[in-house]
């Protein structure tokens, strides 16, 4: 069995997987007797996709041969400025050469942290981005991460040890779905559109928390609500409460396996450790009491997990002596956890989120009653300011309901602690630590805020950054305040930028490096895959001079830190991606997909949580140890919300603004040149409900403009008139920049429909470093 | 005796998550222009008040109606009905009068600026040739389509459509012109269908 099935005529089928998104469907790719790729559809035999493939997808042909590709390396033409549009052709070797020279000089004059390496979602190679960082000292890692994934992973690494929310959501095998802040049917089909409909043969529930209802899994929930956009913290306390005061949780997976039986100081709600309490005892030991016996055990000591000892949980606060002989008061941190959510009652949290508290009780006890739930949050809720306490709350949610890697929860994929390990990023050497720019703008985020980079590009502080290059990235695009940004790019001695199309970033760099397709180049299909990996091969050679972005980082990393990247060929470095599995490329070839961990559940009982503690830490020790300093949840409303501006502000600027809706048939700020996509989406359309609208004399299709209390300038677009949201919400898409000639429409210049204009870049969140893309204010108004 | 093979595409609304891949998958199957489109997808709503309200959608294209209106006003008969029940345009006789677009009640025909001849969905015909499904059933997301012949009480589509009858409509069934596409309305979401 290969990938490649040839037919009599010369023609053939690849088996591989697309990569119009990271969902990576199983594809099959038609190749015909003259070498042309003519069709592409889903790969039935995927466990994932089950052959199911989204407008994306289908169109692979037309982007491959889309006639605006970047097909040659090109240099911005000696003597002119960055952005005038003027190129010359270039080979590779020259491309190569100028790249390392640039580096080299730039690394001897300023220190190899001067060097930035950067990304936008990137194309499923965020761990040799981190290498090329990583082994150069500091990994920048200049993407959007602090707005997506990254919160999440960060959260969930933190705590449980683990990434258990999107791949790892299990709606194949659950009771009850939670869809919450994203529309999977659309952005990630194969593993939620066919869930959602099998759901409806089998009677299961679905949850769905999302500001809109116009998309497809809203509309069929059993539960939707209409969450304002930012507030999702409170509702995920709200269903904490009914969990913890009805008892719906599960009381031995949280004694034996999480860290909430601890016992903390019961104001500072600090942990009281061993050597507190106990003379000669450790200061690394967590203390938990027995409920029978009293006795003080160590939360690591195996009588907790084996049963011998029962953890309190529930407790008033007591008292304690403490070896100088002071009185402790002292309760668990359950109790803590209590007393943060205990007003969080639905009436309170429907105040707060502008929701019904009828149904955000029903949808509490559907989630901790149904026999399973499995919990996706999205973007929707990574694009706050507030991001962590939404996502912290919501893990210990899937924890405590005892839906953490089990079938039909929350399941734990390994692959994803591979793709984050050392074998594949190389590890952070001390510098990076030392290096890491933008710290001020996120305590736990763990690569340079893209903030902080843009600072140093603009004011040469802490230190000067020379070079940017940027894979697969378009960051005018993907960050908030992109006219800084631009500003930033130009404030670059050197901007190298790796792409399919001429986008608005690659027009301001000095050379620009043609990518391969995914159906030109050979790669594994990890992230997203479950429990699976896949051989991602080419159906045709390389068009032009186009390379796959992987064998541009392997060339650079070999001729700039050999030591770190050895590998001389493609084939070497996904022999050494794979090795961990046991398998060679070729081999992977062979099979096309592979179980590199075949699904078993509760993997904990047998090797603890790959935390610090082994612990699953809802109670995070991480998280109190910097940033906000704060170890479980609270309610905190948006940066710029209605409620925490002043009432100024709050008048001239009455809607809650969420960007960054996602299109079936765009992948971020891909995609509007390609004739066939752009007509199921021809111009930039805000949601804004009817009677809002009608107030300010806006009809349906009505040209408008957004401003916010940040935006340097208007953002143009059009309205689209719902019933179906919030008078005072708006919904705003992003990745508007390019124009397609073919259908006569143009494009949009300098950031004048790119919604993260509208995006403030002061105000973060203080553990992960956020931006306010979900939940911001904004006025709208006719464009006259 | 044997009923008559009765080609039907059985598109059930309830599964529908608006994707328009089967819009995309027709445009590249057939090789579609620009500006053209065989096979829509609408979204309908949302109407109501939060949180009932209605939100569905809905893919329209050639009803291949059993008593179309299209073949009877057509001047120079290139519009007509093949032995399976499917209704077909033949272009070396078509001049783009567009008379079959004013008598479609359904608003499924496009004039081809650059051919100026009419065009619209043929369910595929030349992958039905091949056995093949068209390409918008097996391009569905959702898996909400299904297609074959209804009066085989073995295949799949009366199958499938038998469990589902009561829920079973088409567009316009006053206008007798007993259309070939099937639609099931949605569980939830359709209260006012």
Redesign the interface.
């Known amino acids: 069995m290969s990938a490649y099935h040839y037919n009599e005529d010369g023609s053939y089928t690849v088996q591989t997987n697309c990569f119009e998104c990271h969902c990576k469907c199983g594809a099959l790719c038609y190749v015909n007797a003259e070498g042309k790729l003519w069709k592409v559809e889903g790969d039935p035999t995927d466990p994932r996709s089950e052959g199911r493939m989204c407008p994306k997808g289908r169109s692979a042909v037309k982007i491959l041969y889309d006639e605006h590709r970047n097909n040659y390396p090109m240099r911005r033409k000696p003597g002119t400025e960055r952005g005038a549009g003027q190129w010359e052709r270039i080979t590779w070797d020259e491309a190569m050469g100028d790249i390392v020279e640039h580096i080299e000089r730039y690394r001897k004059e300023f220190g190899p942290q001067s060097i930035v390496f950067g990304q936008g979602t990137g194309r499923g190679t965020n761990q040799w981005q981190h290498r090329l960082g990583g082994i150069n000292g500091v990994n920048h890692s200049c993407w959007p991460g602090h707005v997506c994934l990254s919160p999440e992973m960060t959260t969930q690494f933190s705590t449980i040890g683990m990434l258990n929310f999107m791949e790892g959501a299990d709606f194949k095998h659950t009771d009850c779905m939670v869809m919450w802040g994203g529309n999977m049917a659309w952005s990630e089909g194969a593993l939620a559109a066919g869930e959602l409909n099998n759901f409806r043969v089998k009677d299961r529930k679905l949850i769905v928390i999302d500001p809109c209802g116009q998309a497809p899994m809203a509309s069929r929930a059993d539960i939707w609500i209409r969450v304002r956009p930012g507030t999702d913290t409170a509702l995920a306390m709200a269903f904490l409460r009914i969990c913890m005061e009805e008892k719906l949780y599960d009381a031995d997976f949280t004694k034996k396996w999480t860290t909430l039986p601890i016992l903390v100081d019961a104001e500072a709600e600090t942990p009281i450790t061993q050597d507190m309490v106990v003379a000669g005892g450790s200061p690394e030991v967590y203390l938990v009491r027995d409920v029978n016996t009293g006795e003080l055990v160590d939360m690591s000591d195996s009588r907790v997990t084996s049963g011998e000892v029962d953890p309190m949980l529930d407790t008033p606060v007591f008292e304690m002596t403490a070896v100088d002989g002071r009185i402790l008061r002292v309760k668990t941190a359950w109790e803590a956890l209590r007393g943060r959510v205990i007003d969080m009652t639905p009436q309170r949290a429907a105040e707060i989120c502008w929701a019904d508290a009828k149904l955000i009780y029903e949808a509490g006890k559907l989630m901790c009653e149904s026999p399973t739930c499995a919990i996706n949050m999205f973007q929707g809720v990574e694009e706050n300011t507030n991001a962590r306490y939404t996502i912290h709350a919501a893990t210990i949610l899937n924890g405590i309901t005892g839906n953490i890697d089990v079938r039909g929860g929350n399941c734990w994929h390994k692959c994803y602690n591979d793709l984050m390990g050392p074998h594949l990023t190389g590890g952070f050497p001390d510098t990076h630590w030392e290096w890491k720019l933008g710290k001020q703008y996120a305590a736990h985020y763990v690569h340079s805020h893209p903030h902080g980079v843009w600072d140093a590009a603009l004011t040469g502080k802490p230190y000067p950054v020379k070079a940017f290059i940027n894979i697969a990235g378009n960051p005018i695009s993907w960050s908030e305040n992109p006219d800084r940004v631009v500003e930033a790019l130009k404030a670059f001695d050197f901007v190298v930028t790796m792409d399919y199309f001429m986008s608005p970033t690659a027009q301001l760099s000095d050379i620009v490096l043609p990518s391969a397709h995914w159906t030109e180049r050979d790669y594994v299909a990890d992230e997203f895959c479950q429990e699976w990996i896949y051989a991602q091969v080419h159906a045709v050679e390389p068009l032009y001079e186009r390379r796959s972005d992987v064998t541009f980082m392997r060339e650079l990393g070999n001729r700039i830190n050999p030591e770190g990247w050895p590998w001389k060929t493609d084939e070497e470095i996904l022999d050494y991606q794979l090795e961990p599995y046991g398998l060679t490329w070729k081999e992977l070839v062979d099979k096309h997909i592979y179980a590199a961990y075949a699904y078993e559940p509760k993997k904990y009982e047998k090797e603890g949580f790959a935390t610090a503690t082994g612990k699953a830490e809802l109670y995070s020790f991480t998280f109190l140890s910097a940033g906000r300093c704060d170890p479980l949840i609270r309610y905190e409303e948006p940066a710029e919300s209605p409620y925490s501006v002043d009432d100024a502000t709050a008048k001239e600027f009455p809607f809650v603004l969420s960007t960054g809706r996602r299109y079936v048939n765009f992948y971020h700020s891909n995609y509007r040149g390609i004739p066939m996509l752009r007509e199921l989406a021809r111009e930039p359309y805000i949601l804004i409900n009817d009677e809002s609208a009608a107030e300010l004399g806006i009809k349906e299709h009505d040209k408008i403009c957004l401003e916010s209390p940040d935006s340097p300038h208007p953002v143009h677009m059009k309205a689209h008139l719902t019933h179906g949201m919030h008078p005072r919400v708006i919904i705003a898409p992003h990745g508007w920049w390019q124009g397609c000639p073919e259908l006569g429409l143009p494009g949009y210049p300098n950031n004048s429909a790119n919604a993260n204009v509208l995006i403030s870049d002061k105000h973060y969140d203080p553990d992960l470093g956020c931006a306010g893309m979900r939940s911001s204010l904004c006025k709208v108004y006719l464009d006259k | 005796m044997a009923t008559k093979k009765q080609y039907t595409l059985l598109i059930d609304l309830?599964?529908?998550?608006?994707?328009?891949?089967c819009?995309?998958?027709c445009?590249?199957?057939n090789n579609v222009d620009?500006?053209v489109f065989w096979n829509r997808m609408n979204?309908v709503?949302?109407?109501?008040?939060?949180?009932n309200?209605?939100?569905?959608?809905m893919a329209k294209q050639c009803q291949h109606c059993k008593n179309p209106e299209c073949v009877k006003v057509c001047p120079t008969k290139a519009t007509y009905q093949s032995d399976d029940g499917i209704v077909l345009i033949d272009h070396d006789r078509c001049y783009g009068c567009q008379y079959c677009i004013w008598a479609c009640p359904y608003g499924v025909r496009t004039l081809n600026p650059k051919t100026h001849m009419v065009e619209k969905c043929i369910l595929c015909a030349h992958r039905l040739e091949q056995g093949l499904d068209p390409a918008c059933v097996?391009?569905c997301?959702?898996?909400?389509r299904f297609f074959g012949d209804i009066n085989d009480p073995q295949s799949e589509i009366a199958k499938y459509y038998s469990r589902n009858a009561e829920r079973a409509f088409r567009i316009h069934p006053e206008l007798g012109t007993d259309p070939s596409v099937i639609y099931l309305k949605p569980?939830?979401?359709a209260s006012r269908l």
């Open positions: 309830d599964r529908c998550i608006g994707c328009k891949a819009q995309l998958a445009k590249i199957e620009l500006d979204a709503g949302p109407v109501g008040d939060y949180p309200m209605d939100y569905f959608f097996v391009s997301e959702g898996n909400c569980r939830k979401g």
